[in-house]
């Protein structure tokens, strides 16, 4: 265990880690930002964000986030790659156990985002990266080039990730359980009237189809108002059905509610139930997702932690 207390630890470098980072940087507080598996968050994997404010050509998301770490290493942000195992928040400093290692902290703000849900169908583990089945349209697209792909899921991100697929496919499947989108009326809109689109309606997928050696040459599906079953004949599978945050490490002894997000105390975004920590980002907020949010969260828990390390001798 390091005998050096931080002032600030950061966990994770999404929008609303990297803002905390610039905002406690700026203050002088000297923060060290633990980066998980994802530098940069789901933001990187976005490739154009058409709404977030002083872009209006609209910006690049993994540039989005370079510049939003520049910027904190301007400031004196320091950066290092661990992965938080567990906590020990029930004295001062705060614990942080990293493996073998322990990091001491007076304040830690958690922005550790969430990660993409799965189905759990026959065939999506197996075929998963590189094999065929995917979350991430923006990093795998282009390897769908002419070829049908289906993508699963309902939402903004399910809208998104097929239209960002017809760049470079020959026809995407947007396979959904429901006769209508969730998605925004916008999203669902530019979605239902792609002439590269077809919408599955009412269907859920059974099984991912291999060939031998390895890769998806289909996918099962089953319509839940007629049962009957049939195979699509796609090349790429990309899942978008949700978000599980990533709070596991802290819950207990932070507060999560009924889906496992971090629970704030009330009239607050970004307090929780331990003094002197805060959450931030995706991994508290289930409502708006956005990374306008993520950073104003990033901001509040920033100045928050500024303030408990000036009343208490910070």
Not at 44 to 73: I, K
Not at 188 to 214: F, L, Q, S
């Amino acid at each position: 265990m390091s005998n050096t207390v931080e002032n600030v630890v950061i966990i994770g470098t999404g929008c609303a880690g990297l803002t905390a980072a610039i905002y406690s940087a700026r203050a002088s507080l000297n923060p060290l930002v633990l980066e998980g598996p994802l530098p940069g968050g789901q933001l990187t994997t976005t490739s154009e964000v058409e709404n977030f404010p002083g872009f209006p050509e609209g910006v690049d998301g993994f540039q989005l986030t370079q510049n939003m770490r520049e910027q904190a290493t301007k400031f004196g942000t320091r950066f290092e790659q661990a992965l938080v195992t567990s906590v020990d928040f029930s004295s001062m400093p705060r614990k942080l156990v990293l493996g073998e290692r322990t990091i001491l902290a007076k304040t830690v703000i958690i922005a550790t985002g969430a990660s993409p849900r799965m189905t759990g169908i026959p065939g999506e583990k197996e075929l998963y990266g590189g094999k065929g089945v995917t979350t991430c349209a923006t990093c795998d697209g282009a390897f769908y080039r002419k070829m049908e792909v289906a993508v699963l899921g309902g939402g903004d991100s399910a809208a998104e990730e097929a239209l960002f697929l017809t760049r470079f496919a020959s026809k995407v499947y947007l396979v959904h359980r429901r006769d209508e989108l969730r998605a925004s009326k916008i999203m669902a809109d530019r979605a239902i009237n792609h002439e590269k689109i077809e919408m599955v309606w009412d269907t859920i997928p059974v099984e991912v189809v291999g060939v031998p050696e390895g890769s998806v040459s289909g996918l099962k599906v089953k319509n839940v108002k007629t049962g009957a079953e049939s195979v699509l004949p796609v090349k790429g599978i990309f899942v978008a059905i949700g978000h599980i945050p990533n709070t596991g490490p802290f819950a207990p002894p932070l507060e999560v509610d009924e889906g496992g997000y971090f629970k704030p105390q009330p009239g607050s975004q970004v307090l929780t139930n331990i003094p002197g920590v805060y959450v931030a980002g995706d991994c508290s907020d289930h409502i708006y997702r956005q990374a306008i949010t993520a950073a104003g969260m990033g901001c509040q828990a920033a100045i928050e932690a500024e303030r408990w390390l000036a009343e208490h001798g910070g």
